[in-house]
């Protein structure tokens, strides 16, 4: 059950990402897919990456 309801967390994570990153209308549309892709092949290294340094910081 535990096992369950984190893919659940994981998955709803992924899906809320991927959202942001279309919204973003600064980002042209190549750098989008290019997020994307990172983030389906490889959902950890991906996620982590973008949320160091793909978001705007702000200060």
């Given at each position: 059950?535990?096992?369950?309801?984190?893919?659940?967390?994981?998955?709803?994570?992924i899906?809320?990402?991927?959202?942001?990153?279309?919204?973003?209308?600064?980002?042209?549309?190549?750098?989008?897919?290019?997020?994307?892709?990172?983030?389906?092949?490889?959902?950890?290294?991906?996620?982590?990456?973008?949320?160091?340094?793909?978001?705007?910081?702000?200060?």
């Amino acid at each position: 059950m535990q096992v369950l309801l984190i893919s659940i967390l994981w998955l709803a994570l992924i899906i809320y990402t991927i959202k942001g990153i279309f919204e973003r209308r600064e980002l042209e549309r190549n750098t989008q897919l290019l997020w994307t892709i990172l983030i389906v092949v490889a959902p950890v290294f991906g996620l982590l990456i973008y949320y160091i340094f793909g978001t705007e910081r702000k200060d």
